[in-house]
Each structure stands twice: as structure tokens, then as C-alpha cells.
């Protein structure tokens, strides 16, 4: 870390009317501010979409109930799938990345403030439009409220002849506003990757985190794009007589999914590489080591950003491509097995040899590696396109993309609030709370998501609303309703002891974790513009060579 | 000869692995062993494309569980051998960076991995989709609408909805059955789990599926691509018929509607009303088609693409006010009065 010590400057804390204080909040340009205001908006999201899920839950709990009506229903899956995705997983994340990116690069802030609170309200306006829908939409059939044509909104049934009205019109608005959001910021943090870190930090000397996020932003920017242009030839064909996907004039249902999954599919790496990213930092630091295989680690990212650009079509198995397309599509999808496995390997040689602290952020790392394990391979099995037919659209892939999305995404989302927490707001969350935390959500996502496979080689069809008795389905259903209210449970705990600890919390100080980057060589929460002294780093863990100047890494690297 | 005896002890391996999946999932579904099928489950397949399907399933399981087994035990061991302990308090263990060697073997033995499962896969997805039609088989067009089955067999100038009847196959004498799939609408999906894959029904986009049954009886399914507000009361059922049975089935099916004089003043009605824009009943003037064919109706044991059973009480419940049944459906409440309701009801009963 050279001669440049980092001072901390005093920071100023006088009382002020809560509207000042309000005032401050909305007219933030502070990517600190902004990113708090990235999670929380989120969570407030993810309450809505989790009480979605129960409502589908109780409603599925046995064969022909009658809790919510067909209509009730379409939207409330419609809903929760839109809002988990684009409410609450992406913009949590870019939360994340908003707080975390400056702060490890040793820079002052974003490299485009300005951009980055228009960023952030555009997101947040498209999730409001989304739910306007509720009070000015009207639904498919009859009256009603809200989307529901699902959260793919398949051609033709997102056509003005079999969604009359305009509950479809906010998806639309919602998705394309919170998009232009999403390509902001990810020009944001491309920009502020590229052009601000601190002298020394060279990019292969960039935090793990660092460099997955590059990856991560770079891909919004090919996802999302493709996605804005759908939803735009949408509104054309809705309002100005275009027939993009009007199959009843010609135009194509099959060229809206390739438009679909072409963003859905790179989206699904969009969300799981941040949250590689946040393994990557909080794994070495409970275990004690740096991260096994740097170089390699960052290839793979590249390699799976790269090889999942060429993936979505199996998405589409079921449509009828040839059979050089299906294997086209089986061969690549397998293929982005490989740099995942690496990772996997990766993390758990970063592991052994190690002296793992069971610290709550740690054992939601180790429930990632096996979730996402197991996630990864029923991913192998509906790469097997013929296995495929069978699966998809069955309750099968519902259990397969919640294991990616709950087990992967959230259960590492979950690490970083234990292990950032601290620094965001000086206190340290509660170990206690967060181990009920911890064991209540694992018990609650295995019983709800691996019992929910089962359903799904059973031949229970996703997206129906009841079924009938003796298929042997019900008891399942049972089982993953109990699992659901489980999970919802452990989310109360986490909410409380974020409310408690916040008050409550023991003090952070600068450095809880002992960990080794920039962020956690000032003070807890950071200053505004973070550093007052620019630091210069020589290695990728500055604040090990600080620690141990007799061994630093500078030596191996 | 090595060659042949190791695939074929390959082959058991595979198929002792099936009957236990069977079995486990069949245990769910509360299906005892060799009763004549009701169930969805993809593990008791009963048709070519869904065996070569199960199978290789199975195959992919075993490799993945392989995997999962090595990749897990290496996660618990390292997780509990390494976790710290009270005594090394204040030290940090040796900090070690990465070893290219160890990298290259984990990147390249995945990669023999995917070779393996996409070469496997391949040789089925061939297998299924570019098999050829033979000259005997069956053609049947589906034609799906919001929440139901049309099915209409070209050579044999036959109309049906929601019951498919097929011949039951023999590998010696394959009489396979080819489905041509058309959407009225929006996007469906046809799926009987125990006798082939999903494949999609899209408008403006034709698609082809076969099956050839190896026993007969009851297979069911449903639509599985969402497809409006009903899409969970769209249901299947394949009857998988005996060869006589089926030309049989044929032979009624190809006869004009029954005429009942006693059953007039139903027909009158029906006549009179919107019933006969989208209903057809061959013979009458009655040619609509945005509804199921009801030329013989009484010859199916379902109404409503299987959302009730076709019984007087059912039948009369479903076209006073198809809402009750299956709410969001397209079929509109009559508002018939109750002399006209029964006379309807009495003149369906009559369509054999």
C-alpha cells in the first residue's frame, strides 16, 4: 500500500429535520446513497412478489381449490415472475454493485453520478408503472387488473386479441423504462471500471467482484437491448398497426421468443455473476486464503459471458427446431457446464487448506455451493433436449430456476447482506437472528424446491391454476406450500434483525471481517467520496499487505 | 462381441435404473404396478419417443448423480476438514494461490464429460425428430384453441375433440401415429407424458409429432404451454385402441349425425340459436367451428376438453352457464329457458 496512509475524516453527523433529511435521500447523486436506495426499493419489491407467491401457493395447495379464481391467479404468476426478475434481483444487485465497485477500485464515486440517480429512478418508476397496473389496468378476460399473460408474454397472447386493454400496456412500459435504467447503469459501471481506479490497481489486479461486474454490465448491455426493441415492435404492433408478432396478419409468435430469450437467457447470467462475484470475496475471507486460480477465475467469467450469448434457444426445445438446431443449442448449453464447474472447484480449492469461520455470511456461501450444484446439474438434464420435451413447461423447471434464482441468487445475496451490512451502516447484523435465519430458509427452500421437481416429472404442467385429484399430486403441493411459508418466516426474521441490528447493532469499526479490500480501510459507514487520500495499491489484496508486510502478496504475483 | 455384450449389460443397467425411478415416482402417484395407465408419470413410458426419452434420462441422471456424489463428498470434507478451530486463533494458514495443473484437470475432464452427454443426445434427438413416416401410419391434424382439442384425421374424414383414438402399435407391424400441429389462437402445447415429449402448437408454424403406442388403454395429459385464462382445463385423453377396436371407432365416427324425431324440438333450438355458429353437427345446418364437433358427442366420456364428465346433469350445468365448470371459458351462457334447456340437452344426448 506504499507510504500513502488513508486518514479518516471526521465525519459530520448534526441533527436535521426529517424533511432535510428526505430531501437529501431523493436528490442523491451518491453512489452510496443511491445504491441503499437500489436494495431497499428492492426489498420492498421482493415483499410484494413473495406474498404473490404464497397467494399461488395456498391456491395450489390441494386439487380444485378454490382460494383465488383463474384470473386471480394468471396474475399473480405473471406478477411475481416480472417482479422477482426485474424488481427485485436485478436492481438489488446493481445495488450492490453501485455500493461495492467504487469503493473496491479506491475511487470517489461513479464515474457518472448524475446518470446513475436517473438510472436508478427510471428502474424504480418502471416497477411503480408495473403495479399502476393493478388500479388502471384491465386483465385478459372481462374485468380485471394487472398483466396476465405470463412473465414471457408470449406472441400472440400479449396481442391486442387476446389481451384487450392495457394491463399488458404497463408490463410493456414497466420493462422498457426499468431496461433504459439497466443500460445506464451498466454503462456506469463499465465507464467507472475502466476509467477510475486507483493508481496501482491494474485490471488484473481488480477485486474478483471487480471484474465479474465489468462482465455482468457488459452483458446487460447485450441483453437488454434486444429486449427494449421487442417491447418497442410490441407497442407498434399493439397501437400503430404493426404485425412484428400479429400472427393473425402474418407476423411471427416464434420471433418474439428468439427476442425474448436472447435477453432471458444472458439475464439469468446477468443475475448469477454478481452473485459469483460476492463467493468470491466472501469465501477467501472466512477461509483465510486468497482466492484459488485468480487468472482462471476471471477467464471463466469471460468464457461464460461469451458462451451465453449462444444459448437461448433452450428455452425454445419444444417448438419444433430442427434437429441440427436442437443440437446445436443441447452442445452449447452443456458446454456452459464447463467454466461453471471451474468456478465451483475453484471455491472449494479456495477452501481446503483453509480455516473456515462459520460466520453467517459463510454458511450462506456453503449453502450456495450446493445449491448451485445441484441447480447446475438439473440444468445438464434439460440441456438434454430430448429430456427437455418431457421437462419444460413442467413443474420440473419451476424447481429448476428457483434453485438458480433462490438458491444460488438470494442465498448469496443473503451472504453479502451479513458480510457488507456492516459496512453500509457501522453495525454489525445479529449472529443470533442470523442463524435462525439461515437454518429456517434452508429448511424452508429444500422442502418447497426439491419436493417441487418431483411434481414435474409427474407431469404437473407449470402455470394451471388447480388440477385434478389422483395424479398424485397433492400431497407434493402440500409439502411445497408448508416450504413456502417456511421460507416467508425466515425472510420475517432477516427483516428484523435488519430493523434491530440497525439500532441495536454492535459497532463495526473499520475492519470486522479482517478482510483484504480497499472498502475496509475506512471507516464503517464510509464517508462521502470515501477516500480522502487517493490509495495506491501494488497487489490484489491491499489490506493483507498491509497486515502482513513480512509476506505480502505483492511478493507472488 | 466384448462390444455387444457391454451394451447389452449397459442396457439393463439403464433399464434396472428406470424401474427404480418407476417405482419411486409411481409410489407418489399412488399407481400400483402393471395396472393399465392414468398417469403422467415420464418414467413409465409406453411408446417409442418416450422410451428412447426415459432412457436416455436415465443415462444423464446417473451422470450427473455421478458428479453431484464426487463434487459434494469434496464439499463436505474440505468444509468440515478445514473448519477453524479455538486453538489457531490469530493464525492464517498457508496462502496458496492456484496450480495450473490442478486447473487443467478440472476444465478438461468436464469437457469429456459434455462430449459424452451431447454425443448421447444427439443420437436421440435424431433418432425422434427426422424419424421417417412409414406408409401404414395414422395422420391425425390438432388444431389447438383457447382451452381445447381439435382433431381432425384427413384420410379418414373424421372430426373429434379433447378424446384422441389411436391403434395401438406392435414393432412388428408398426402402426405409428403422426400429428400435424396447428394453433386457432394462441400458443398450446401437446403433452401425454407416457407416450412422447411436448411439442408446441404455434400459430403460423406447423409442427409434426409421432407416437407409437405398445399398449393399449387410457393416456392422458394437458396443455402445457400457457395459453389464456383456462389453460389449466385443457386436458388430454388418448385412447390407445386395439387394432379391431380402433376401425370399429373409425366406422361410427364417419356416420352423419344421428336423427332422433323425437329429439326435434332440441334440434330446432339448437338451430335457432348462436349454438350452430360454432358448433357443427355433420348432416344439419349447423357448420360453426370455433367449437368442438358435437356429431358424436355421446361417444366421448368427457365435456369440456375433460374438465366434467358427460353425464345429463353435467351436460345441462355446462351449457346453462359454462362458468360454473370452467370459468373463462369462450362459450357463453345461453340464457335458454328451462323447456328449451332440457329439449337441447335431450336432443345432445341423442348425437351417438
Known amino acids: 500500500m506504499s507510504s500513502n496512509v488513508i486518514t479518516v475524516p471526521v465525519s459530520q453527523t448534526e441533527a436535521r429535520p426529517w424533511v432535510d433529511e428526505l430531501h437529501q435521500w431523493l436528490t442523491t447523486v451518491d453512489h452510496k446513497r443511491l445504491g441503499i436506495l437500489y436494495i431497499v426499493s428492492s426489498l420492498l419489491f421482493l415483499a410484494l412478489g413473495g406474498v404473490e407467491a404464497l397467494i399461488i401457493r395456498i391456491q395450489l395447495m390441494h386439487s380444485h381449490n378454490n382460494f383465488v379464481s383463474p384470473e386471480v391467479f394468471n396474475r399473480m404468476f405473471t406478477m411475481h415472475g416480472t417482479t422477482m426478475i426485474f424488481f427485485v434481483a436485478m436492481p438489488i444487485l446493481f445495488g450492490f454493485a453501485n455500493y461495492l465497485v467504487p469503493l473496491m477500485i479506491g475511487a470517489r464515486d461513479m464515474a457518472f453520478p448524475r446518470l446513475n440517480a436517473f438510472s436508478f429512478w427510471l428502474s424504480f418508476l418502471g416497477g411503480l408503472l408495473l403495479y399502476f397496473s393493478f388500479l388502471g389496468g384491465s386483465g385478459l378476460y372481462g374485468a380485471g387488473s394487472a398483466p396476465d399473460v405470463g412473465w414471457w408474454s408470449y406472441a400472440p397472447l400479449g396481442a391486442r386479441a387476446f389481451s384487450p386493454g392495457h394491463s399488458s400496456d404497463y408490463w410493456t412500459l414497466a420493462l422498457l423504462v426499468s431496461g433504459f435504467g439497466s443500460i445506464g447503469t451498466a454503462i456506469n459501471i463499465i465507464a467507472t471500471i475502466l476509467c477510475l481506479r486507483c493508481p496501482g490497481m491494474k485490471i488484473k489486479r481488480m477485486p474478483l467482484l471487480v471484474w465479474m461486474n465489468l462482465v455482468m454490465a457488459g452483458m446487460v448491455l447485450l441483453a437488454i437491448t434486444p429486449l427494449s426493441a421487442a417491447q418497442i415492435m410490441l407497442l407498434i404492433d399493439r397501437y400503430l398497426g404493426g404485425h412484428f408478432f400479429d400472427t393473425q396478419a402474418g407476423g411471427s409468435a416464434v420471433l418474439w421468443m428468439h427476442f425474448f430469450w436472447i435477453f432471458g437467457h444472458p439475464e439469468v447470467y446477468v443475475l448469477i455473476i454478481p452473485c459469483f462475484a460476492f463467493m468470491s470475496e466472501i469465501i477467501p475471507v472466512f477461509s483465510r486464503k486468497p482466492i484459488f486460480g485468480y487468472p482462471v477465475m476471471v477467464a471463466a467469467t469471460v468464457c461464460i459471458a461469451f458462451v451465453s450469448m449462444s444459448v437461448w434457444a433452450h428455452h425454445m426445445f419444444t417448438i419444433g427446431m430442427n434437429s441440427y438446431a436442437n443440437s446445436f443449442f443441447t452442445l452449447t448449453t452443456m458446454a456452459v457446464g464447463v467454466p461453471t464447474g471451474i468456478k465451483i472447484f475453484n471455491w472449494i480449492g479456495t477452501i481446503w487448506g483453509g480455516r473456515i469461520q462459520f460466520k453467517t455470511p459463510m454458511l450462506f456461501s456453503i449453502g450456495f455451493l450446493f445449491q448451485f450444484l445441484i441447480a447446475g446439474l438439473t440444468g445438464i438434464m434439460m440441456a438434454a433436449s430430448p429430456f427437455d420435451w418431457q421437462l419444460s413447461l413442467s413443474y420440473f423447471v419451476v424447481a429448476h430456476f428457483h434453485y438458480v434464482i433462490v438458491g444460488g441468487i438470494l442465498f448469496a445475496l443473503f451472504a453479502a447482506f451479513y458480510y457488507w451490512y456492516p459496512k453500509m451502516t457501522g453495525r454489525m447484523l445479529s449472529e443470533r437472528l442470523g442463524e435462525w435465519h439461515f437454518w429456517l430458509f434452508l429448511i424452508g427452500f429444500h422442502l418447497t424446491f426439491d419436493v417441487m421437481h418431483v411434481p414435474g416429472l409427474l407431469g404437473m404442467p407449470r402455470r394451471i391454476y388447480t388440477y385434478e385429484p389422483g395424479r398424485g399430486w397433492d400431497t407434493l403441493n402440500l409439502l411445497i406450500t408448508i416450504g413456502a411459508f417456511t421460507q416467508a418466516i425466515a425472510i420475517l426474521v432477516f427483516v428484523a434483525n435488519l430493523i434491530i441490528s440497525y439500532f441495536k447493532g454492535a459497532e463495526a469499526g473499520n475492519d470486522p471481517w479482517d478482510a483484504w479490500t480497499l472498502e475496509w480501510s475506512i471507516s464503517s459507514p464510509p464517508p462521502a467520496y470515501n477516500f480522502a487520500t487517493v490509495p495506491t495499491v501494488v497487489s490484489r489484496r491491499p489490506l493483507w499487505d498491509l497486515k502482513h508486510p513480512e509476506d505480502p502478496d505483492s511478493r507472488y504475483e | ?352
Open chain 2, 1 to 352: 462381441m466384448l462390444m455387444l455384450r457391454m451394451k447389452s449389460s449397459l442396457r439393463f443397467f439403464e433399464q434396472t435404473i428406470l424401474l427404480l425411478f418407476w417405482s419411486a415416482t409411481a409410489v407418489w402417484a399412488g399407481e400400483p404396478k402393471g395396472s393399465a395407465s392414468h398417469g403422467t408419470n415420464i418414467f413409465a413410458p409406453a411408446s417409442t419417443p418416450a422410451n428412447s426419452i426415459a432412457d436416455l434420462s436415465v443415462f444423464v441422471l446417473v451422470i450427473t448423480g455421478i458428479i453431484f456424489v464426487v463434487v459434494f463428498a469434496l464439499l463436505i470434507y474440505s468444509v468440515v476438514k478445514f473448519r477453524g478451530r479455538a486453538m489457531d486463533s490469530g493464525r492464517e494458514p498457508a496462502q496458496v494461490y492456484g496450480s495450473t495443473q490442478i486447473e487443467l484437470a478440472w476444465t478438461i475432464i468436464p469437457i469429456l464429460i459434455v462430449v459424452v452427454l451431447f454425443l448421447a443426445t444427439a443420437r436421440v434427438i435424431h433418432a425422434i425428430e427426422d424419424a421417417p413416416e412409414p406408409a401404414g401410419a395414422v395422420e391425425v391434424t390438432v388444431i389447438g384453441h383457447q382451452y381445447w382439442w381439435e382433431f381432425r384425421y384427413p384420410k379418414l374424414g373424421i372430426v373429434t375433440a379433447n378424446e384422441l383414438h389411436i391403434p395401438v402399435s406392435d414393432l412388428g407391424h408398426p402402426t405409428p401415429t403422426f400429428l400435424q400441429l396447428l394453433s386457432a389462437d394462441t400458443d398450446h402445447s401437446f403433452w401425454v407424458p407416457e407416450l412422447a415429449g411436448k411439442t408446441d402448437l404455434i400459430p403460423n408454424h406447423p409442427n409434426r409429432m409421432w407416437m407409437d403406442p405398445q399398449r393399449t388403454g387410457l393416456f392422458v395429459g394437458q396443455c402445457a404451454q400457457y395459453c389464456g385464462t383456462q389453460h389449466a382445463k385443457m386436458l388430454l385423453r388418448i385412447s390407445v385402441d386395439r387394432a379391431d377396436d380402433f376401425v370399429a371407432w373409425v366406422h361410427a365416427q364417419q356416420k352423419p349425425a344421428a336423427e332422433d324425431a323425437a329429439a326435434i324440438a332440441g334440434r330446432r333450438v339448437f338451430e335457432g340459436n348462436a349454438c350452430m355458429n360454432c358448433h357443427t353437427v355433420a348432416g344439419t345446418s349447423a357448420n360453426g367451428r370455433f367449437g368442438p364437433d358435437l356429431t358424436h358427442l355421446m361417444s366421448r366420456t368427457t365435456i369440456a376438453a375433460g374438465a366434467a364428465e358427460n353425464t345429463h346433469d353435467k351436460l345441462r350445468l355446462w351449457i346453462q352457464n359454462p362458468g360454473a365448470i370452467k370459468p373463462g371459458s369462450l362459450m357463453p351462457a345461453m340464457k335458454l329457458s328451462d323447456a328449451d334447456l332440457n329439449a337441447v340437452v335431450s336432443y345432445m344426448e341423442t348425437l351417438q
